[in-house]
């Protein structure tokens, strides 16, 4: 097990730095001018100049890069150009909201699959699995930005149920939303994939061997068939769990949700380089991270990767 | 749709005690929502429409431009002007900040001098530097002697707002942080992006504000801005809803949904260096072509006023006598004809020539922009369509990397904005002629406007200067935006203000019923 885990950590540097180097040059390369942005059209040639020396963007592009790569090795971000605040306090204020918000999409999204891809699979070509596969086709067609604004239309302003955005005093009502409009997409491909591996291990010889030495049905399912059915899951869970955090942009912008999303976008329209590069290591982390910690999941689920692995 | 259903059912059980954020209801408190967060509140630094609208809640000017943009006082009693280059302001000496100092002339003193001090980096400084020394005469006057005469000194200079300097012991006060004035409100609390809350300043010198606090709201989405409005979580929504969103509110008597002509200019950009716009003839046919009136009609939903230059009809310096342009695609054509550009197969595909279309990715301008293709298609010219994120749709058109381009000029006041975007000096990086239009008479006439210190001098030079962008059209005016305020008829007292700001909310009242626990 320690040799897949230091395996995997491994991988994470190189992988950091590959993704640093090119959002830096991407960011640096794109059409627009952080000075122009910054001060407008009023500013005088030499006050554009004395910004541009102030904040060391009148040097050559390696020698910004390595100033960066310097400072990112000792954990420093630098700080932003607009408002010269550091980058490392700026995604602190920001982290926690989009890990609720993600956190609590992924909850959602497992919640609402499991119970559907397994009954789907108990009972296929049922009415129940139409019902099932066509919510979850529904669950991924639907763009976040047209289900976002439904959803409010329909518990916020016709029911009245809950809050139509923001963060409010932080209670769970203001998280649903937002979480159930992240989540449904993914939410869809869980159920289908929930669906499938069911149906798979359901045919198994040992789910035969089970319902004949008589074993209550629940626990065929539950254990035997669902056990072994989720470890292709959490492969996906690991990958759409990175993928929700760098997802969240559409849904914090409908939601007013102050999230790392939220703070990237603006930080792109801004020129705002040193944001940029946080913002997007600290995503780029995150998808490392959890692909590691899928990796060890699965070693923990199924014996034979880690036997392999050792 | 019906397991979520079920799942907001068992999170409402749970966790859900009250949807909005009501108010206490002893406390008048007016919810303004704002499509952008303010970028500073430090006036020297903020250039954002968000930053300047909130700071004229805070902080005070030595003179304001009332709703007709004539200069008034403020924080200055009046002021005498010696000689062209000189102005001597006496100050109120009835005004307190909200820290309760009294204010006095070294607070003037050390606002335009922490302006130009080239350490404090402020992107403003380069429209102060005809400011040649600022003396404090007593503590209620203050002397400003300029480099040369500067008629729009008192419109663009005196209404900066004037801040605090930084108590004993202390560099620099953090007013992005703890904004410091002697405005109408005062500062309570901010979550960056999220919101801002300030209360009524009781000490204010002109009279209190009638409503006791004022939270702005930072919703970035129109329709979730529309949603917050009609849940009862917003109560102020001006200029920040999509004409066709406004049109859901029509019937609505919930709402009082006020417009006035606004001073907001939108135009199309040409750039003069380009072989083809280069033709004066293209350019009017350009104007010819498009057919403003269905624009305003079908895209805006009637929320504008068609343009025939920067300056609204009602301004004192506007010029009624300039050339037309009526939609006409017949005299365009033959424009485009006498020009050298004639139409290669009659009414077939092929087009005389082809232009780029720069805009951003306002869902507005977009519509905009394919309206107009439709409408240059007609008269032989194709017109490709670029969407841009707002940096580098921005970039491109201060580089002149562009042939046309749609933007509006936001808080046009004093004529002198005819010298910062069609002056030759004012060629980006230096200024905001995007366009690189040259016309050294027209340039000669703006310096004129701008050193001419008696109103009827400053006329003639921008009538004639006026006559002159019409015929020679460096830019196509295309209309002056309608101002809309959507206020929930709860609250009282709004007139909505030609420059679309928030000052007029200090007359807001919420109605006494409402006021009654």
């Known amino acids: 097990m320690r040799t897949v885990v230091l395996r995997r950590a491994l991988f994470i540097l190189p992988v950091i730095w590959g993704v640093s180097t090119f959002v830096f040059l991407i960011i640096h390369l794109i059409p627009g001018d952080p000075i122009d942005l910054m001060l407008g059209e009023t500013a005088s040639t030499v006050d554009r100049g004395a910004l541009r020396r102030q904040l060391g963007l009148d040097r050559p592009l390696w020698q910004q890069y390595l100033t960066f790569l310097q400072r990112a090795v000792r954990g420093d971000l630098g700080r932003s150009l607009h408002n010269r605040r550091p980058v490392s306090t700026l995604i602190g204020e920001r982290l926690p909201a989009t890990a609720a918000l993600a956190g609590a999409a992924l909850v959602v999204a497992i919640a609402l699959a499991l119970p559907l891809g397994v009954l789907a699979s108990l009972r296929p070509r049922s009415w129940l699995d139409t019902v099932s596969m066509l919510l979850a086709l529904i669950g991924v067609s639907i763009p976040n930005f047209w289900l976002g604004p439904l959803l409010i239309l329909g518990f916020s302003l016709h029911l009245g149920w809950l809050p139509v955005s923001g963060r409010g005093d932080g209670s769970i009502a203001y998280l649903i939303l937002p979480a159930l409009t992240l989540g449904t997409a993914m939410m869809a491909i869980l159920t289908r994939m929930t669906r499938a591996g069911m149906l798979e291990t359901l045919r198994e010889d040992y789910i035969r061997t089970a319902r004949a030495k008589g074993l209550v049905e629940w626990v065929v399912v539950g254990k035997h068939a669902l056990g072994n059915a989720l470890i292709p899951l959490v492969t996906l869970i690991g990958l759409q769990g990175g993928a929700l955090l760098s997802g969240a942009v559409i849904t914090e912008t409908i939601f007013a949700w102050p999230g790392l999303g939220d703070l990237t976008i603006r930080a792109i329209q801004q020129r705002d380089y040193p944001v940029v590069q946080g913002c997007v290591l600290v995503i780029a982390l995150t998808y490392v991270v959890a692909n590691m910690i899928t990796d060890v999941v699965y070693a923990v689920l199924d014996p034979r990767i880690r036997f392999e692995s050792e | 749709m019906v397991l979520c259903l079920g799942v907001i059912c068992l999170f409402s059980l749970t966790g859900c005690t009250s949807s909005t954020d009501s108010p206490e209801a002893s406390t008048a408190v007016l919810r303004i929502g704002l499509d952008t967060a303010p970028q500073h509140l430090d006036p020297r630094f903020g250039l954002d429409a968000a930053s300047y609208k909130v700071s004229q809640l805070l902080y005070n000017g030595l003179v304001r431009l009332d709703a007709q943009a004539r200069i008034v006082p403020e924080l200055a009693l009046s002021w005498d002007t010696p000689d062209a280059t000189t102005y001597i302001f006496h100050l109120r000496r009835d005004v307190r900040w909200h820290d309760g100092r009294p204010f006095t002339a070294a607070d003037v003193h050390y606002t335009f001098t922490s302006l130009l001090d080239p350490e404090t980096q402020s992107p403003k400084r380069g429209s102060f530097d005809n400011i040649r020394s600022v003396d404090v005469l007593a503590d209620d006057r203050v002397q400003f002697v300029l480099s040369e005469p500067f008629a729009p000194f008192l419109s663009s200079n005196m209404t900066l707002p004037i801040i605090p300097p930084p108590r004993e012991g202390e560099a620099q006060r953090n007013l992005d942080a703890h904004p410091i004035g002697t405005g109408p409100f005062v500062f309570v609390k901010q979550e960056p992006d999220v919101s801002l809350h300030l209360r009524a300043n009781a000490a204010y010198f002109e009279s209190k504000p009638s409503v006791d606090e004022v939270v702005f709201r930072i919703l970035p989405d129109a329709m979730v801005r529309l949603f917050e409005l009609q849940k009862g979580n917003i109560d102020l929504l001006q200029n920040v809803l999509p004409p066709d969103l406004l049109s859901r509110l029509g019937e609505d008597r919930q ?32 104007a010819h072509a498009i057919d403003r009136q269905a624009l305003i009609q079908h895209v805006l939903h009637g929320l504008a006023q068609p343009a025939d230059g920067i300056l609204p009809a009602g301004h004192w310096a506007y010029e009624p006598q300039v050339s037309r342009y009526a939609y006409d695609p017949e005299r365009a054509a033959q424009l485009l004809d006498a020009a050298g550009f004639p139409d290669p197969d009659g009414v077939g595909p092929q087009a005389r020539f082809q232009l780029q279309y720069k805009t951003s990715q306002n869902e507005v301008g977009r519509r905009i922009a394919e309206v107009m293709q439709e409408s240059l298609r007609n008269v032989g010219i194709a017109i490709e369509i670029r969407s841009y994120e707002w940096g580098t749709f921005f970039g491109d058109i201060r580089a002149g990397n562009f042939q046309l381009y749609a933007l509006t000029w936001v808080g046009v006041t004093d004529p002198d904005i005819f010298h910062y975007v069609l ?95």
Do not use: C
């Open chain 2, 255 to 286: 709402f009082n949904v006020m417009k006035s002509p606004g001073t907001n200019f939108m135009y199309v950009g040409l750039n003069s260096r380009d072989p083809i716009l280069r033709h004066v003839q293209v350019r009017q046919a350009l």
């Open chain 2, 423 to 517: 002056h030759s000096q004012s060629i980006p990086p230096a200024g905001a002629n995007r366009g690189r239009y040259v016309n050294l008479y027209l340039d000669a006439l703006l310096d004129q406007g701008r050193r001419a210190t008696a109103l009827e001098q400053r006329r003639a030079a921008y009538s004639e200067a006026q006559a002159i962008t019409a015929s020679e059209l460096p830019y196509i005016p295309l209309w002056h935006d309608t101002n809309v305020a959507v206020l929930r008829t709860t609250f009282t007292g709004y007139s909505l203000p030609p420059a679309g700001d928030y000052r007029a909310i200090q007359s807001i009242r919420r109605q006494s019923s409402d006021r009654a626990s």
